[in-house]
T-cell receptor, first 113, second 115 residues
Framework: QKEVEQNSGPLSVPEGAIASLNCTYS??????FFWYRQYSGKSPELIMF????GDKEDGRFTAQLNKASQYVSLLIRDSQPSDSATYLC?????????????FGKGTHLIIQP | EAGVVQSPRYKIIEKKQPVAFWCNPI?????LYWYLQNLGQGPELLIR????????DSQLPKDRFSAERLKGVDSTLKIQPAELGDSAVYLC?????????????FGPGTRLTVL
């Protein structure tokens, strides 16, 4: 059974600092990796996806993937109070990417003003 | 572009009663998912549709849950009878068949409370 592990937190980071969120996964055949942000009472929204080893940057967000270590991370630079949310790591094992996602429990991030 | 639409947004029922949730995916998205999310947990896949075909329903508790996607567009998820442990948020998501990396778009969810 596929497993995705995240530290549930809360992770507290001062405003303007770098927030680092980590995720490990069990299925070596996993193809695609996603970070979703979920505000309290809201549905998940996609922040970034990555499917190749290395780094992928989008604005203040950088996703990092290391398939050999089965490890995915998300860095948030210049953290803002509006970044306070739960961040869900999700893994997709299907070719073509249309399988259901396996989610971690999420990390609760708090950005302190 | 309209997003994924779900209704109702909230539902309160007594145990042993039936309940149904409805989802309208993003136009042109052939793949539709139903997830269940408990408080403090990540979403868990219940069923995946490719057009009108349920291609993965291994996590759907078939003794009380059922789903359909007639004509490959809207979908309905039903619980009969509901149990106390079914209280959760039920999320619908959709993706385009040619999504490549499988980006999924979530609806606002239906929060079910079973008393």
């Amino acid at each position: 059974q596929k497993e995705v592990e995240q530290n549930s937190g809360p992770l507290s980071v001062p405003e303007g600092a770098i927030a680092s969120l980590n995720c490990t996964y069990s299925d070596r055949g996993s193809q695609s990796f996603f970070w979703y942000r979920q505000y309290s009472g809201k549905s998940p929204e996609l922040i970034m996806f990555i499917y190749s080893n290395g780094d992928k940057e989008d604005g203040r967000f950088t996703a990092q993937l290391n398939k050999a270590s089965q490890y995915v991370s998300l860095l948030i630079r210049d953290s803002q109070p509006s970044d306070s949310a739960t961040y869900l790591c999700a893994v997709n094992g299907g070719l073509g990417g249309a399988d259901g996602l396996t989610f971690g429990k999420g990390t609760h991030l708090i950005i302190q003003p | 572009e309209a997003g994924v639409v779900q209704s109702p947004r909230y539902k309160i029922i007594e145990k042993k009663q039936p309940v149904a949730f409805w989802c309208n995916p993003i136009s042109g998205h052939n793949t539709l998912y139903w997830y269940l999310q408990n408080l403090g947990q990540g979403p868990e896949l219940l069923i995946r549709y490719e057009n009108e075909e349920a291609v993965d329903d291994s996590q759907l508790p078939k003794d009380r849950f059922s789903a359909e996607r007639l004509k490959g567009v809207d979908s309905t998820l039903k619980i009969q009878p509901a149990e106390l442990g079914d209280s959760a948020v039920y999320l619908c998501a959709s993706s385009s068949e040619a999504g490549g990396v499988g980006e999924q778009f979530f609806g606002p969810g239906t929060r079910l409370t079973v008393l």
